[in-house]
């Protein structure tokens, strides 16, 4: 979670709560008609980005494991720190038997050995007997060769780690959605293109039927216009599949149900992103990137384990106690304590030359995969930085198209209608129209997940205003 969304505070996040239920509740199938004018309702059911970023971050199913690793490394830190306390036990233990050093340790802890107890047949040959031991018993570590500081160490660096990982997560779920908020408004406005391409062929159709029935051309035009009209409406319903996929990756991306109703606010418009340099980028990559932070975290948690491993040579030092009583029965015990000291210092251990090399292994493996992953950073953010100029290039090319399409479509549709050309070419440059159209489309669709692939790859994908119209 990200510091602006922790300082939000009980009153802030209650506050998005009721909004990401309400915008749900006005979204969701079946949900109830309101009585307010087209215009009022279209604005309270509008989803705009930001608000589609909110509900993503509350609601994909990512951001919840992220949520719970969170916590799991949380629990963590605390049990570590938890090894600083005493470990007290209560225990309960009945014991029946007939065995001579068993019976006589009994009589001895139940208080009730008397002379008779000295004879050689009553200590070679006891009578059964039974012995109910009732016990309090606490260790507490002096000097544990400092693992637990070693355990709180490790575990508050994983916990910084899931804090990495969820602004990763967050961050790519900015992505996801920006993706396929403006998937759906590309394939909305391609509905639209398509819609008038039908129209225009529509006309084109009765033009030259009309035509054909007075005699002043031939069927081979009609055939050729229908054929015309056929293709469009081919793309007119292949756009109308596109918006049902879209919508349903969009609520994908939301968490949501894939049939949830919902108004997209805003249009794909042309937006020219403010860039810095690759170098600039690379710098700001390498110094945000929350997946680097993770590797950074987690060569600094194989150190800590490493030095853990070593210190495995030290002694350890306890102090215990134990307070218990003994009895044949609840009335006739006797209670005794015992306090004391131990210093354990592990001459042989097979095992331990074995998890100092694992520790060493693993540290140089967090190294190798931080140098690697720096590496992947660099090429991502030049990978990103040349798709998105590309695109704002090909944007510019795409939108002088329009206008020379544009105006060839007038200048055939003259000449046809002068007689001075055939219907071919009126048809082939409607057909270029409507491709330079929908290219227009797909560019600036390009242009927009370019620039926030290039905020994503140098870690600064952290808001959407800046796409916000």
């Given at each position: 979670m990200s510091g602006?969304e922790r300082?939000?505070?009980?009153?802030?996040?209650?506050?998005?709560?009721?909004?990401?239920?309400i915008?749900?509740?006005?979204?969701?199938?079946?949900?109830?008609?309101?009585?307010?004018?087209?215009?009022?309702?279209?604005?309270?059911?509008?989803?705009?980005?930001p608000?589609?970023?909110?509900?993503?971050?509350?609601?994909n199913?990512?951001?919840?494991a992220t949520?719970?690793?969170?916590e799991?490394a949380?629990a963590?830190?605390e049990?570590?720190?938890?090894?600083?306390l005493?470990?007290?036990?209560v225990?309960?233990?009945l014991t029946?038997g007939?065995?001579p050093?068993?019976?006589?340790?009994?009589?001895?802890?139940?208080?009730?050995?008397?002379?008779s107890?000295?004879d050689?047949?009553?200590?070679?040959?006891?009578?059964?007997?039974?012995?109910s031991?009732f016990s309090i018993?606490a260790?507490?570590?002096?000097?544990?060769?400092?693992?637990?500081?070693?355990?709180?160490?490790?575990?508050?660096?994983?916990?910084?780690?899931?804090d990495?990982?969820?602004?990763?997560?967050q961050?790519?779920?900015?992505f996801?959605?920006?993706?396929?908020?403006?998937?759906?408004?590309?394939?909305?406005?391609?509905?639209?293109?398509?819609?008038?391409?039908?129209k225009l062929?529509?006309?084109?159709?009765k033009?030259?039927?009309?035509?054909?029935?007075?005699?002043t051309?031939v069927?081979?035009?009609?055939?050729?216009?229908?054929?015309?009209l056929?293709?469009?409406?081919?793309q007119?319903?292949?756009?109308?599949?596109?918006?049902?996929?879209?919508?349903?990756?969009?609520?994908t991306?939301?968490?949501?149900?894939?049939?949830?109703?919902?108004?997209?606010?805003?249009?794909l418009v042309?937006?020219?992103?403010?860039?810095?340099?690759?170098e600039?980028?690379?710098?700001?990559?390498?110094?945000q990137?929350?997946?680097?932070?993770r590797a950074l975290?987690?060569?600094?948690?194989?150190?800590?384990q490493?030095k853990?491993?070593?210190?495995?040579?030290?002694?350890?030092?306890?102090?215990?106690?134990?307070?218990?009583a003994?009895?044949?029965n609840?009335?006739?015990?006797s209670?005794?304590?015992?306090?004391?000291?131990?210093?354990?210092?592990n001459?042989?251990?097979a095992?331990?030359?074995?998890r100092i090399?694992q520790?060493?292994?693993?540290?140089r493996?967090?190294?190798?995969?931080?140098?690697?992953?720096?590496?992947?950073?660099?090429l991502?953010?030049?990978?990103s930085?040349?798709?998105?100029?590309a695109?704002?290039?090909?944007?510019?090319?795409a939108?002088?198209?329009?206008?020379?399409a544009?105006?060839a479509?007038?200048?055939?549709?003259?000449r046809?209608?002068?007689?001075?050309?055939?219907?071919?070419?009126?048809l082939?440059?409607?057909?270029?129209l409507?491709?330079?159209?929908?290219n227009?489309?797909?560019t600036?669709?390009e242009?927009?997940?370019g620039?926030a692939?290039?905020l994503?790859a140098?870690g600064?994908?952290t808001?959407?205003?800046v796409?916000?119209?």
């Open positions: 602006k300082r939000r505070g009980p009153r802030g996040l209650k506050q998005l709560i009721d909004g990401v239920l915008a749900a509740l006005a979204l969701a199938p079946g949900a109830p008609a309101r009585a307010q004018s087209p215009q009022n309702q279209q604005h309270a059911t509008a989803l705009t980005l608000l589609a970023v909110e509900i993503a971050l509350q609601s199913p990512l951001a919840r949520s719970a690793g969170r799991v949380a963590q830190t049990e570590a720190r938890a090894g600083r005493p470990f007290v036990q225990s309960e233990t029946a007939n065995n050093v068993f019976v006589f340790g009994s009589l001895l802890e139940q208080g009730r050995f008397r002379q107890n000295f050689l047949n009553a200590l070679n040959n006891p009578s059964a007997l039974a012995n031991r018993s260790k507490l570590p002096v000097f544990d060769q400092w693992q637990t500081v070693n355990r709180v160490k490790a575990s508050q660096l994983r916990e910084q780690q899931a990495a990982q969820g602004s990763q997560v961050q790519q779920i900015r996801e959605v920006l993706r396929a908020y403006y998937g759906v408004l590309l394939a909305q406005a391609k509905k639209e293109v398509a819609d008038e391409a039908v062929a529509e006309a084109d159709v033009r030259s039927r009309d035509r054909v029935e007075v005699g051309s069927v081979s035009d009609l055939l050729a216009a229908e054929v015309q056929a293709d469009f409406q081919q007119q319903i292949q756009a109308e599949g596109e918006i049902i996929t879209a919508r349903a990756a969009l609520n991306a939301l968490g949501l149900p894939l049939n949830t109703l919902q108004t997209i606010a805003g249009q042309e937006r020219n992103f403010e860039l810095a340099s690759t600039e980028l690379t710098q700001t990559a390498l110094q990137r929350p997946d680097l932070q975290l987690a060569k600094r948690t194989s150190e800590v490493l853990g491993a070593r210190n495995e040579f030290l002694p350890r030092v306890d102090v215990f106690t134990s307070v218990g003994s009895r044949n609840f009335v006739n015990g209670g005794d304590y015992l306090v004391g000291a131990s210093v354990t210092f001459l042989f251990d095992g331990r030359n074995a090399k520790a060493q292994a693993a540290d493996l967090a190294t190798s995969e931080q140098d690697h992953l720096a590496n992947q950073i660099r991502d953010v030049v990978r930085y040349q798709q998105y100029v695109a704002r290039a090909r944007l510019q090319v939108e002088r198209v329009i206008s020379h544009t105006e479509l007038r200048i055939v549709q003259d046809y209608n002068e007689g001075l050309t055939t219907i071919t070419e009126v082939r440059a409607e057909t270029a409507v491709r330079a159209q929908t227009v489309l797909a600036r669709y242009t927009y997940v620039y692939s290039v994503l140098s600064r994908l808001d959407v205003q796409f916000v119209s």
